[in-house]
């Protein structure tokens, strides 16, 4: 079954770097685009960025130039590198992948920017 394990989050000052990665499984990794959402309380998930299988990425505005979406299709993962955090990124991040119409999420990785 498709699996998506999150890691890498944390509490990081403004300014600050992390990177997240996104470990796949159950699915032919190669053949499927990629994406990173997020949550902050009280708001609606929304779209980060994407990957597609030939590299095409796509990023929200409110982070475009910030952060940077990648994947290993040898490993199996994606990864998101944050840097420049602000206070506003501060959400739980998921991955993201649909296979045949079906949204797989995994369990979501927390990331506050803080002083």
């Known amino acids: 079954q498709v699996q998506l394990v999150e890691s890498g989050g944390g509490l990081v000052q403004p300014g600050g770097s992390l990177r997240l990665s996104c470990a796949a499984s159950g699915f032919p990794f190669t053949l499927y685009a990629m994406a990173w959402f997020r949550q902050a309380p009280g708001k609606e998930r929304e779209l980060v960025a994407t990957?597609?299988?030939?590299?095409?990425?796509n990023y929200a505005d409110s982070i475009k130039g910030r952060f940077t979406i990648s994947r290993d299709n040898t490993k199996k993962v994606v990864y998101l590198q944050m840097n420049t955090l602000k206070p506003d990124d501060t959400a739980v991040y998921y991955c993201n992948v649909k296979v045949r119409r079906h949204d797989y999420w995994g369990q979501g990785t927390q990331v506050t920017v803080s002083s």
């Open positions: 990957i597609t299988p030939g590299d095409t990425t």
